[in-house]
């Protein structure tokens, strides 16, 4: 799990910027209006859409913009048809990368993706050439210094967690993705707070990027795909030794 937490962190790092040029509440917009067109407006009836209301709000997303994203998938004003994509293949090193992305024109953003590996010396393969990598978990990350690990263990589990693993300073609780919500909103009632928390997808295994070079193509492979407005996220299997990424960062 370590490389993919380090690239988590530095997503993380990068989010103020993010949000500054917009792309943060872009994404999320997208994510209620198209978790809404398949499972309704009402959040107490659509786990997808709270779980998305419940990002929005972590990342101080106003009020009324959450509320129009909804009225946009109810179709009670108009807004934008997207469509959920998602391409595979291999970047720098053979690492297994996955990107998921809503989008209004699937060409253009099959060819800008498709640019993207071709340009950082992967390539774009078939649909699920390397999608049986991954498993779909729900995950939930937690700053080590604010919860004792034997607390949170005892938490998650009780709430239906599958496992917590302690890694890079901070913990990540995994969990079934039917049991996401109920995980979640039991933490939360203890006092837990989340970096990040969301149903994504988690490598089976991790290939090891060892030289510098391949690294410092993998990153920038990643960074370019998610500063794309069409994707929505970016999951890889790589893992980078501590020296090479402190080089980088």
Same mark, same amino acid.
């Given at each position: ?11 993380? *790092? ?12 872009? *994404? ?49 004003? @108009? ?20 990107? @998921?992305?809503?989008?209004?024109? *699937? ?46 263990? @005892? ?34 009632? @203890?006092?837990?707070?989340?970096? $990040? ?22 990153? *920038?492979?990643?960074?370019?795909? $998610? ?23």
């Amino acid at each position: 799990m370590s490389g993919h937490s380090k690239w988590a962190n530095i997503k993380r *790092r990068k989010g103020a910027v993010d949000a500054k040029r917009g792309k943060i509440f872009t *994404r999320l917009t997208k994510e209620i209006i198209v978790a809404t067109r398949i499972g309704g407006g009402d959040p107490s009836g659509n786990p997808r859409l709270r779980s998305c209301i419940v990002a929005a709000k972590s990342e101080n997303m106003p009020k009324d913009k959450i509320e129009r994203a909804i009225k946009k998938g109810t179709g009670a004003i @108009e807004g934008e048809n997207y469509e959920e994509i998602r391409y595979e293949g291999y970047g720098p090193g053979g690492v297994a990368v996955i990107v @998921e992305c809503m989008s209004d024109n *699937r060409n253009r953003t099959a060819g800008e993706v498709r640019h993207a590996f071709s340009k950082a010396g992967g390539n774009m393969g078939e649909s699920g050439c390397v999608g049986w990598m991954f498993d779909r978990k729900g995950s939930i990350t937690v700053a080590g210094d604010t919860v004792e690990e034997e607390k949170l263990m @005892e938490l998650a589990i009780e709430a239906g967690a599958e496992d917590v693993i302690e890694d890079a300073g901070e913990f990540q609780v995994l969990t079934d993705p039917d049991d996401f919500d109920v995980v979640r909103e039991a933490l939360e009632k @203890e006092g837990v707070k989340f970096s $990040e928390a969301a149903v994504t997808l988690i490598p089976q295994n991790m290939v090891e990027v060892g030289d510098e070079k391949t690294a410092k193509q993998l990153l *920038r492979l990643l960074e370019v795909l $998610e500063d794309n407005d069409d994707v929505q996220s970016v999951h890889a299997n790589f893992d980078i030794p501590d020296a090479i990424m402190e080089a980088l960062v």
